[in-house]
């Protein structure tokens, strides 16, 4: 027997405004005899709705900062899920009780919050049906379903934001160890590289349409997320280098990939020649400030090899714009 009757097969989104589930994102009427939207209507009264008073705490940020802890107490997912009450923040309820994070796993009240949580209808759809086939100590997360520009961007800051803590981590471990010859070398190696990231994020990445913002977030997260893996790894001794004979000839590879894209013609909107040239003088700067910190820290890498790694990432991304 179908968990709701209705005479007409779509609804239109006007009289749909602050219903239940949330289709204030959707764009499009919405069909009420989809199999996620019975999922839904199935749940209505699974969870209390959430508090949404101003308390200033910030649940999704609370949220991950104790998934990544080495070890989160029942008391500490507590208070999350209280920040989450308070702040209305449906999509951290909808992790908490799928992912029986502080409270006991119950798929009923997260189905409940992520028909709650605004959102496109393909990802409302998407985490509706993930939820009714979440697999016993399966994680489910808010990202894992998105379809959207805007959700993306959004996904992509909370990656971005998590890789930020880890790497606040390792760096301070690492600086922490220098030898204090070392230590200029190695800030002048990070602020090198956001300089970097943060150009090649905002210069090199095409502008335009609802995912623009978590491209470049991407962007510049992965560029840092290269030197934090290769850092960790030649603390361990751990080195896959290019022969220091093969950075002539990526040299000569660059300089070609890059002169035809200062070539090409572009439309107003697009990346510019201007853009890609002065993202080319800061990652310069950055190989440079990458030689001088390895010659102190890691003497027995040839800095040739060391160009050659970053010039064939270099020609990677240029071949992307």
């Known amino acids: 027997m179908r968990l709701i009757v209705i005479a007409a097969l779509l609804v239109p989104l006007a009289a749909l405004a602050q219903a239940y589930p949330d289709r204030s994102n959707f764009g499009v009427e919405v069909d009420v005899h989809k199999d996620w939207y019975q999922r839904c209507m199935g749940v209505e009264r699974a969870a209390p709705a959430p508090v949404k008073t101003a308390t200033g705490c910030d649940a999704s940020n609370a949220y991950y900062s104790k998934l990544d802890q080495a070890a989160t107490s029942g008391a500490e997912w507590a208070a999350v899920r209280s920040c989450a009450l308070a702040a209305g923040d449906t999509a951290v309820l909808s992790m908490l009780y799928a992912n029986g994070l502080g409270v006991p796993r119950d798929t009923a009240i997260a189905t409940n919050y992520a028909c709650r949580t605004g959102a496109a209808v393909a990802e409302m759809e998407g985490r509706v049906l993930h939820l009714a086939k979440l697999a016993p100590g399966e994680r489910y997360d808010q990202c894992d379903d998105i379809t959207s520009g805007m959700m993306g961007g959004v996904c992509a800051a909370i990656s971005a934001r998590r890789a930020e803590r880890v790497e606040k981590a390792l760096y301070g471990r690492l600086r922490a ?90 439309d107003e909107d697009d990346v510019s020649a201007a853009a890609i040239r002065a993202t080319q003088r800061s990652w310069l700067m950055y190989r440079d400030a990458w030689v001088a910190f390895a010659a102190l820290r890691y003497p027995a890498l040839p800095a040739d090899s060391l160009k050659a790694l970053l010039t064939q990432w270099r020609i990677k991304q240029l071949g992307r714009i």
């Open 177 to 266: 160890s220098l030898p204090a010859r070392q230590t200029a070398a190695f800030d002048g190696l990070l602020k090198a590289n956001r300089a970097f990231a943060r150009a090649h994020a905002e210069n090199e990445t095409s502008p335009g349409g609802t995912g623009h913002a978590g491209f470049v977030i991407d962007a510049e997260a992965r560029e840092t997320a290269w030197l934090r893996e290769h850092l960790a790894a030649f603390e361990k001794g751990v080195y896959k280098m290019p022969p220091p004979a093969q950075f002539a000839r990526d040299d000569a590879e660059l300089n070609r990939v890059y002169g035809e894209r200062m070539k090409i013609k572009r």
